[in-house]
């Protein structure tokens, strides 16, 4: 593998925890957001990724030729979560029964997201920092 492979996956791994990053902002931000029906709330959104693979387990085993990719980030979608309803009838927002629907956002769940995505983001600077650090060795041999 080249050092330009290692430095294009961990720049994907990067941009894929930076969407994630913006998606947990996002869903924090609206998370105390009410709306005037349920069919309008904020939906939490969710990013859905993938790594493009093309080759097999036989296929690294014989040590084939494989060209790594990184990941790709599919789309963002919003969850499919029913709205919280809480009862307060002096809200303007709060339908005829009195309550009032807001997104359906565990932020503690959103928070444990925004540690994972912090994390891995780590890992990919350090990996690009260590293939960076490799070619700056193997460019010093012949001196």
Do not use: C, W
Request: a neutral charge.
């Amino acid at each position: 593998m080249d050092y330009l492979s290692a430095f294009q996956i961990s720049a994907s791994g990067m941009a894929l925890e930076k969407l994630r990053l913006d998606t947990v902002a996002m869903n924090l931000a609206n998370a105390n957001v009410s709306a005037k029906n349920a069919s309008e709330t904020y939906r939490p959104l969710r990013v859905i990724s993938n790594v493009p693979i093309d080759s097999t387990f036989n296929k690294i085993l014989l040590k084939q030729q494989i060209n790594p990719q990184g990941v790709t980030a599919f789309s963002v979608q919003p969850d499919n979560v029913e709205p919280k309803l809480v009862y307060d009838p002096s809200h303007p927002h709060a339908d005829d029964k009195g309550y009032v629907a807001y997104p359906n956002i565990n932020t503690v769940s959103e928070m444990v997201t925004m540690l994972q995505a912090l994390r891995t983001y780590d890992a990919n600077v350090a990996a690009m920092n260590a293939a960076k650090s490799m070619a700056n060795r193997a460019l010093e041999i012949g001196r």
